[in-house]
């Protein structure tokens, strides 16, 4: 049987105005890889997240369409892409609540957004969670559905998003070991070289600095835009620096190679700054200017967006959502009451058995992962540092499968644990998996 591609989730934030930074950094390179091959792509406008911040309801619904329009009009193709918005697949609603079921408090009140205000709120002297709503607290979960539902193998994330894909797979983890085996875990991809451009100040670009250049502004705005980039007080002619210099390194990010070469000549020619920015206007008009047609003539039809988003969705919710909730429902038994087997339940058959060992994986502060097998509070099983959560995940998956003997794992038996109490955890563990999977293909 052929392996499927590798499938890469994409959210999309749906607030603010797009800008060349967001260009550059995030949607040219987003939808470039939505290209490779082997690959399905599933790209999302994350509308239910901005909820959270976002309280204005036109501004709202006006800035997913801007967003959807940028995503279009820079070259996304969605016969060829998932492209939805997460408000139109109902099931990543339900499977939040499932894994809020089985998702640690303890481990929400590690994520950062929700530290983060606790600690203003403590430095301020007020409550810890004053002003902090359910819905930031809970963010993570419902990023964790967002993945999970459709089993995404890797998510492209800035390197501050990292631990919320650690918590996907957390929560898709304990479901699977109370449910069975559901759940792909994710992992995320960081790019270290993503282009960070600077803005008219030389800061990096934000909206929180205010020194953005809108990716579809009219070309007479853009060259204003350009003609206010802040530079030194080298006169023409005076050999000027690319080292720190804004207008060299937005010049950089739309150049080919060679160009970028010629232009590095000529500041050690001493080109004079009105030239320069010409030049840069020139070459990022040249290729924003045939997106900026179509995103104009995309927003003049918003109905037509409204139709691709939901029939995106539709086909989607077929094709995955709908099936997989309908085996979630079964597996956590919200199921049709005239099936039921009258009798003795599983829980009085099990009331019986000794407690299961489970599989624990954790990142420790220095970015290595680890896992244990642990029974209750008592450690059976310590394994060594991976580098990546991928390298853990396949050690555990080689001892329950018999394919890695306990003495050859890359772990240290707990204190005064027998290696042969860790084989028949595992012996026990894997049965249970095979019970689980058994019952899962035998539903009809």
């Not at 489970?358 to 209750?376: C, N, P, T």
């Amino acid at each position: 049987m052929s392996q499927r591609p590798t499938r890469v989730l994409t959210g999309i934030t749906t607030s603010g105005t797009p800008h060349l930074g967001n260009y550059v950094g995030a949607i040219r390179p987003a939808i470039a890889a939505s290209r490779a091959p082997a690959t399905e792509s599933f790209y999302f406008l994350a509308d239910l997240h901005s909820l959270i911040k976002a309280q204005d309801p036109a501004r709202t619904q006006r800035s997913t369409l801007e967003i959807a329009a940028t995503w279009l009009a820079a070259g996304l193709e969605p016969d060829k892409v998932w492209f939805y918005r997460q408000s139109d697949v109902p099931e990543i609603t339900e499977l939040t609540w499932f894994l809020t079921c089985v998702a640690g408090k303890g481990i929400l009140n590690r994520a950062h957004a929700y530290k983060a205000a606790v600690d203003r709120n403590r430095a301020e002297g007020e409550d810890d969670d004053s002003g902090v709503t359910a819905g930031l607290f809970m963010y993570p979960v419902l990023m964790a559905a967002d993945i999970l539902i459709f089993n995404a193998d890797k998510v492209p994330v800035g390197r501050d998003q990292v631990q919320h894909i650690e918590m996907a797979r957390d929560f898709g983890q304990r479901f699977n070991h109370v449910y069975g085996d559901y759940f792909t875990l994710p992992e995320a991809v960081v790019d270290e070289n993503v282009a960070t451009l600077p803005g008219l100040d030389g800061r990096k670009m934000s909206k929180s600095y205010g020194n953005t250049i809108p990716l579809f502004v009219p070309p007479a705005e853009l060259k204003k835009l350009v003609f206010s980039i802040l530079t030194d007080s080298r006169a023409p002619g005076e050999p000027k620096l690319v080292e720190g210099s804004a207008l060299f390194q937005l010049y950089q990010a739309f150049a080919s190679k060679d160009d970028t070469a010629a232009f590095a000549r000529a500041y050690a020619d001493g080109i004079g700054w009105g030239e320069a920015k010409q030049q840069l206007f020139d070459l990022v008009d040249r290729e924003i200017a045939p997106m900026r047609e179509r995103y104009l003539d995309l927003v003049s039809r918003p109905g037509d967006i409204e139709d691709t988003l939901r029939d995106g969705a539709r086909r989607l919710r077929e094709e995955y959502a709908i099936p997989l909730l309908a085996q979630l429902r079964e597996a956590v038994g919200l199921r049709d009451l005239s099936s039921v087997v009258l009798g003795e339940t599983k829980a009085d058959e099990a009331d019986d058995r000794p407690p299961l060992a489970s599989f624990k994986q954790y990142r420790e502060a220095d970015g290595k992962f680890h896992f244990k097998l642990v029974e209750g509070e008592r450690v059976l099983l310590q394994s060594h540092a991976f580098d990546a959560p991928r390298d853990a995940g396949q050690a555990i998956a080689a001892l329950k499968r018999g394919e890695l003997a306990v003495a050859d794992a890359p772990a240290t038996l707990g204190d005064g644990v027998a290696e042969a109490e860790v084989r028949a955890a595992i012996e026990a563990l894997a049965a249970a998996d095979a019970e689980k999977a058994a019952a899962k293909a035998a539903q009809p």
